[in-house]
């Protein structure tokens, strides 16, 4: 099939997350091609043994990791051409359907997924302008925007200059965390990184090195999605209960909303949400701390689920 103009090779990518130390921790595997180079756990969709798209994509991770996948949902279908193997597009054409998955680390599985030769690595590692639990990244002042700005305004397509605003929260337009794809795909188009340089669309540059560890293909991008979709998720579906164990501090609750969010919080209008939003009741037992009093125990309430269609945690402005 290798050559033919259009034959074309459904992938089937998951980004799985998890939290760890307060850290979103997303689940790479090395790549056959470079064992430097991290890459989300894929494989081809055959139609003869896999049912369904998301039935084949719980195979592959099953076959490459030993975790079996809880939540599952398909983020979008990444068919651009040049974006998977070379800049000539002359070879076998891949199309991507990228998938958001959810689990929790445990005692059990980090054994088994070392010796599979699959890692957790922090997700901020591949994008790290997205992180501003400390406050704003100064990578972005110091190396994002002005890089940016040269390339939006010697270009003569005023379109980019909005864009880059609207990304990065420029000219009085506020920080939006849901933005992550648009921040990429313009360093990307830029030719500010790796993996522009790899699909042969600018030159190798040291900039391209800073910012963010580089994955293969297109996973970088996948990444990106699979990051705004959860952060957006947040708002309206108690999805952060699938990362949560069963029973939890609303300290640690809090903690797992900033990780994935990139936003510090402000603790007493946390706990007013947590109380206003009804996501969680306590279980009557306490969890002893380093310093200070125990602290109160919580677990989900499943029964939301059934009274109200949206749940979530609409978290407000950062402090």
């Known amino acids: 099939m290798t050559g033919t103009p259009n034959a074309v090779e459904i992938n089937l990518s998951a980004a799985i997350a998890a939290v760890a130390n307060n850290d979103p921790l997303i689940l790479t595997t090395a790549s056959s091609d470079d064992i430097e180079r991290d890459e989300l756990p894929f494989g081809p969709f055959n139609p003869l043994e896999h049912r369904t798209f998301e039935a084949g994509l719980r195979e592959w991770v099953a076959e490459q990791t030993p975790l079996r996948l809880g939540y599952v949902e398909q983020l979008y279908t990444f068919g651009d051409r040049g974006r998977h193997k070379t800049a000539e597009d002359r070879d076998l054409h891949i199309v991507s359907v990228g998938y958001l998955a959810l689990t929790r680390i445990t005692d059990d599985n980090k054994e088994s997924l070392r010796k599979s030769g699959a890692r957790w690595r922090s997700w901020y590692s591949f994008l790290p302008w997205e992180d501003w639990r400390g406050g704003k990244p100064a990578l972005i002042d110091e190396t994002v925007r002005p890089a940016l700005r040269s390339w939006a305004e010697s270009g003569g397509v005023p379109a980019r200059l909005s864009r880059l605003r609207l990304a990065f929260g420029e000219d009085g337009i506020a920080w939006d965390e849901e933005r992550v794809l648009e921040r990429y795909e313009l360093l990307y188009e830029a030719g500010l990184i790796e993996e522009a340089v790899r699909d042969g669309r600018t030159n190798d540059t040291a900039l391209s090195r800073q910012l963010g560890v580089s994955m293969s293909f297109d996973h970088r991008r ?62 009557g037992a306490e969890q002893s701390q ?27 402005g950062r402090t």
């Open 290 to 316: 380093p310093r200070g009093r125990p602290a109160a125990l919580y677990r989900f309430r499943h029964n939301v689920l059934e009274e109200r269609s949206v749940a979530g945690l609409r978290v407000g």
């Open 222 to 283: 996948i990444l990106a999605t699979a990051i705004a979709r959860l952060r957006a998720k947040l708002k309206y579906r108690p999805v952060v209960f699938e990362l949560m164990p069963s029973t939890f501090t609303l300290t640690a609750l809090q903690e797992t909303v900033e990780a994935i969010s990139g936003r510090h919080l402000h603790k007493q209008n946390f706990r007013r949400l947590v109380e206003t939003t009804e996501l969680v009741e306590p279980t």
